[in-house]
């Protein structure tokens, strides 16, 4: 049997906090989890579920500055003979990335720092 929701008044629409956009979408990211599922559980469409998922991406996109300092007077930082990468972000965070580490690695090491 299935279930039928009747919408009395004005409003027939449901809205959504952005709080609690992000819930859904997060709980559509956790290890093992179906978005159709969290779909059926929250009480969305699935197709909500991944416009959220695009629109809290965009949000997130956007532009960093680089800055190439002056040639070191010391040598490069190497780590076992690799270049090595020095990233410092705004936010206090730092890393040191090998050259030689899969763009994909560096990347996540990125995005686990910004948040």
Same mark, same amino acid.
């Given at each position: ?30 290890? @093992? ?22 629109? +809290?991406?965009?949000?997130?996109? @956007? ?6 300092? !002056?040639? !070191?007077?010391? !040598? ?11 990233? +410092? +972000? ?6 040191? /990335?090998?050259?030689?580490? !899969? ?9 686990? +720092? /910004?948040?």
């Amino acid at each position: 049997m299935s279930r039928v929701e009747v919408i009395t008044g004005v409003q027939r629409r449901r809205y959504w906090t952005d709080e609690q956009k992000r819930e859904i979408v997060a709980a559509s990211f956790a290890p @093992g989890a179906s978005v159709t599922e969290v779909a059926r559980q929250a009480d969305v469409t699935r197709d909500s579920i991944y416009r959220w998922r695009r629109a +809290l991406k965009r949000a997130e996109a @956007g532009f960093s500055k680089v800055v190439v300092g !002056p040639e !070191p007077s010391v !040598p490069a930082c190497t780590s076992h003979g690799s270049p090595v990468i020095e990233v +410092l +972000l705004g936010n206090g965070g730092q890393a040191r /990335i090998r050259a030689s580490t !899969p763009p994909e690695l560096a990347a996540a090491v990125i995005k686990a +720092l /910004i948040r």
